[in-house]
């Protein structure tokens, strides 16, 4: 059974960080892409940062410079460093998981089987 818990979320202020954990149990982790999604109030999901099994990193151009998506293969934990935060990241952050998803569609979280049950994140003063 896949198990996918992610940690780290809450409060903080402008310009402030946060570094989300996503750990993962249940499969063989080295092998799969992991992806960070958002989803803001009202709004659909959306692609933030993804790691594939090769360690290749893809950010959306939101994050890019503020945002870094890493991965611990022996932890099985993924983790989103997330710098300079602004009110405009508050949304409830999800991890993903996939095995087979290719490069063209890694923005895409219909690709993704494993679903975290999403955390909060919110920017405010």
């Known amino acids: 059974q896949v198990q996918v818990v992610e940690s780290g979320g809450g409060l903080v202020q402008p310009g402030g960080s946060l570094r989300l954990s996503c750990a993962i149990s249940?499969?063989?982790?080295?092998?799969?892409?992991i992806g960070w999604f958002r989803q803001a109030p009202g709004k659909g999901r959306e692609f933030v940062a993804g790691?594939?099994?090769?360690?290749?990193?893809y950010y959306t151009d939101s994050v890019k410079g503020r945002f870094t998506i890493s991965r611990d293969n022996p932890k099985n934990t993924v983790y989103l460093q997330m710098n300079s935060l602004k009110p405009e990241d508050t949304a409830v952050f999800y991890c993903?998981?996939?095995?087979?998803?290719?490069?063209?569609?890694?923005?895409?979280?219909?690709?993704?089987?494993?679903w975290g049950q999403g955390i909060q994140v919110t920017v405010s003063s």
């Open positions: 993903a998981a996939d095995r087979q998803v290719i490069l063209s569609s890694l923005r895409d979280p219909e690709q993704y089987d494993y």
């Open positions: 249940g499969l063989t982790f080295s092998r799969y892409t």
């Open positions: 790691i594939r099994y090769s360690g290749h990193t």
